[in-house]
């Protein structure tokens, strides 16, 4: 493959090395000089420009929230709450889906990063968070609000609620990247779609409107252009 630096500086080109080393070989061939290699820079240019690997591998991180951010950026906000909510899951799943080596390294589960808690701590997680994943986080919380706002659960801190989703999404992709739906011949559809109108009946949703929603969520997303389908759809 042939790499295009002439427009790149030297820290986005290391950057964008390790995400493709990340989604072509794995975690395994992140390594200083691999990656200097694929920016076609010197191994001290890893040094110069981030300190080390685990910096480096930080920024890639970032890089990854702040490519979620736009994903879900570019979801259309309609007056259903429920529906859009249901439509950040799709987009999340598929875009871990589309890199899951990246996925994995945003939340330090494969490589050690900043977003993995350290055993053992019982500080805050979201407490050192960087910009790029606070503003990702943003509209899944800004989700959570209008689902508060416009009535469709009973009053409850969005935060909490946010906290709640994330980590019932989280773990089905989680599950899902590592093959533990293989036997399931639509997760997204059986799983992931039911899991999320559990979520928001157990809020005080109606069950008839909240499945109403995930179905025109389901629709809207298996028609959209531009992103892999979800395995099931």
Not at 20 to 44: C, D, F, Y
Not at 56 to 62: E, G, K, T
Not at 160 to 181: C, K, P, V
Request: net charge positive; aromatic share 8%.
């Amino acid at each position: 493959m042939t790499v295009d630096t002439s427009l790149q500086d030297p820290r986005t080109r290391l950057v964008e090395a390790t995400i493709r080393l990340l989604a072509r070989s794995g975690p395994s061939e992140v390594k200083a000089r691999s990656v200097a290699t694929e920016a076609q820079l010197s191994t001290m240019g890893v040094y110069t420009y981030f300190g080390g690997v685990p910096e480096l591998l930080q920024a890639v991180a970032d890089e990854g929230f702040s490519r979620q951010a736009v994903v879900f950026g570019r979801l259309a906000v309609t007056d259903d709450p429920m529906a859009d909510l249901c439509a950040m899951a799709l987009a999340c799943h598929d875009f871990a889906r589309r890199n899951p080596h990246l996925y994995d390294l945003m939340f330090g589960l494969s490589i050690h990063g900043r977003y993995s808690p350290s055993r053992g701590t019982a500080e805050p997680v979201l407490s050192g968070q960087s910009p790029s994943f606070r503003a990702a986080y943003a509209f899944l919380l800004q989700g959570c609000a209008r689902l508060v706002s416009a009535r469709c659960v009973r009053k409850v801190d969005p935060d909490l609620m946010a906290l709640q989703f994330w980590s019932a999404l989280h773990g089905f992709i989680m599950l899902d990247l590592g093959g533990h739906f293989a036997h399931i011949a639509a997760p997204v559809t059986d799983v992931l779609v039911p899991m999320c109108v559990n979520l928001v009946v157990g809020l005080g949703a109606k069950r008839d409107k909240a499945e109403t929603s995930a179905a025109a969520a389901g629709a809207l997303w298996a028609a959209a252009p531009n992103h892999n389908k979800p395995r099931g759809k």
